[in-house]
């Protein structure tokens, strides 16, 4: 039997470390390190399928969470899946609603069985396990899938983490069991996620657990939920070593411009987040030289392009003062083009770092697009 | 010098009177009878210029108060335009902006220089002229401008409407004048409004007045004000053989199928109307079956297209499960999709109307298309 996710390594960095590499998916194969566009409800919010085409995105991320609340994974299992569902036919990913359960709904109670919670919509009572979480994504049919875990607040202390560690461990193992129950393991690949915070002990701990079960890619979770950039590097600095060599390695949640560089340094394949989607709807883009509110007044007699140095459709076609005169009468249209150019910058970003990466030269490409984008200046925002 | 608008006659329906015709313009040609979407602020809500290429949109029409009011005309003669600003290069109409004063604003006041109203946005004293209204839509670059006229409700009493139409040939004039002085007219062509409301006699006046301005085409405004059907049918019936056979004869604000058909039959070649993008953000659909509300219930499981018929690629690609999911969870694709389908319905409508007049056979189609779409029932819904 074929396993439905492989990886195949090309190249290692030799001045960063960085992992050129593809991923092999039922949908076709992926290059890596890459960005997923995030569709949380299937749909990119304002995009198309075509759209995401054009820009040459390779896979996109659903929300198990979101879907099984509406339309209700029944609906999507009478449509034939996810893919057929939103008329997509490239490869998905979807996560395993765990996070959303922690971070969105309320009144939720963990048990070793699983976590009782109420609809952050409707306020009805749910209840989802590892079973229950796994036979949501098969009947997604996404190909990647991930592990029920928990992902903790930050900072928690040790001894909660620890525990929760221990929880996600035993919940990883019932996962992969209903997984290969199913007998989907040959068309979905189900992904393990290491948590453990900022602690290397647990981090270690979690990585031993997982690695032990023999998942066909593993993601490190946890991070991004508020902690310094820095400990997000030093973390990744001790976790992606006890990742497996021969198999991806996704990091969630993560997407402004210099923590996908940053990540890839540091043996990262793979990168999800709503940032480049949610600031669009917001006005804000990014660009060559850095974070641009075109919604700002500034730009109202701007015609020149959002950011000189892209070549997307939008720059190419479109004016910062088109643009914001949209945004500024909320016309749909206006976001569709600020998504529009957010995603394609980041995914030709990783263009971009792949190059460099089969250059040998990521660490120049950093320092110049660290220096250009504006990261290297005292208070540099985020994204 | 050549004019900036003729209208080429191709054959007259034998069955039903209708006309088949060409527009010419600065932009390119335009089958008639034909609908043209209405992109208010400089964009068909939720469109992309590819989407309304990829569903064979002629020409747009563009809302001078509004554009006015937001960039503000100097903006778009900043760009060059609003066929450059938003990048669209085929023909566009734009209206006066009297239509808006009357209907959107607070507190005007008419006097014989113009009208005294308050921004419906910000409260600012503002005033529009036959001159301004004119400068306006110079700056704009339109194809097509509209006379700025007045628009009176419906009902208004015949002395009152008397006063208006006598006012509002005054302003045609003035109107006319004011756009021979700007040197425009080869590049862009001005249209009067024959304005008189149920009114035979005054409409007489008004097209008496217009027509020996000699413009290169007339609109019937005052329509689709909230008069019943039968009212406007037979306002046409006696209007339209008030207006000259050789120019464009455009029927303005009126969008639900079967008023493009019975307008056609009354020898109208150009329509407007925001009805298909209005209801679409509302989750409602035309099809060749009838009006279809898909964000009912009803249509949770339903894995049909939203119009068996249709061959547009929203019905090529989508279900109406998918569909009713995005606009029950407001998510903006949702309404991309409707928005283009019911374009899409209308353009499309107005092919085989074409084709149907060409055909000798315009009152048999509209007698099946009455048929199937329900508009034969009692009680039918206007769209």
């Not at 996962?175 to 290397?200: M, P, T």
Request: charged share 25%; hydrophobic share 35%.
């Amino acid at each position: 039997m074929t396993a439905a996710i492989t990886y195949e390594h090309i190249k290692t960095c030799k001045q960063s470390g960085a992992r050129l590499g593809r991923v092999h998916t039922p949908h076709g194969t992926i290059e890596t390190p890459m960005f997923m566009p995030v569709g949380t409800l299937a749909t990119v919010k304002t995009m198309s399928p075509e759209d995401l085409k054009a820009m040459d995105a390779q896979i996109i991320l659903s929300n198990t969470y979101h879907l099984w609340l509406r339309p209700g994974e029944e609906i999507i299992k009478e449509a034939g899946g996810l893919h057929q569902f939103m008329n997509w036919d490239k490869p998905i990913l979807t996560d395993s609603g765990g996070f959303q359960v922690f971070s969105l709904s309320d009144l939720r109670k963990i048990t070793e069985e699983g976590v009782h919670f109420r609809n952050h919509l409707s306020g009805e009572k749910l209840f989802l396990s590892p079973e229950k979480a796994m036979q949501i994504q098969h009947v997604l049919g996404s190909d990647i899938m991930m592990a029920f875990d928990e992902c903790p607040p930050y900072p928690a202390d040790h001894s909660y983490m620890k525990a929760s560690v221990e929880r996600t461990s035993r919940w990883a193992e019932r996962c992969l069991a209903e997984h290969k129950r199913s007998g989907k393991d040959s068309v979905q690949g189900l992904f393990g996620i290491i948590q453990g915070g900022e602690y290397e002990d647990l981090r270690k701990q979690s990585a031993n657990d997982l690695t032990a079960l023999d998942f066909p890619g593993y993601a490190v979770g946890g991070l991004s939920v508020g902690e310094p950039k820095d400990v997000m590097n030093h973390v990744l600095e001790f976790t992606t070593p006890l990742m497996p060599e021969d198999k991806p390695r996704y990091l969630m949640g993560v997407g402004s411009p210099d923590s996908l560089i940053d990540g890839a340094i540091r043996g990262i394949d793979m990168f999800d987040c709503v940032l480049p989607t949610r600031i669009a709807r917001n006005g804000t883009c990014m660009t060559s030289a850095g974070r641009l509110v075109v919604r700002n007044a500034k730009y109202a007699r701007d015609f020149s392009p959002l950011d000189e140095k892209c070549d997307c459709h939008v720059c190419r076609t479109y004016s910062r003062a088109y643009i914001r005169h949209l945004i500024k009468c909320e016309e749909t249209f206006g976001f569709r083009l600020t998504t529009y150019h957010n995603l394609y910058f980041l995914l030709n970003l990783m263009k971009q770092v792949r190059q460099a990466i089969m250059d040998d030269c990521l660490l120049d490409f950093r320092e110049q697009f660290f220096e250009e984008y504006g990261f290297n200046k005292e208070n540099a925002r985020n994204f």
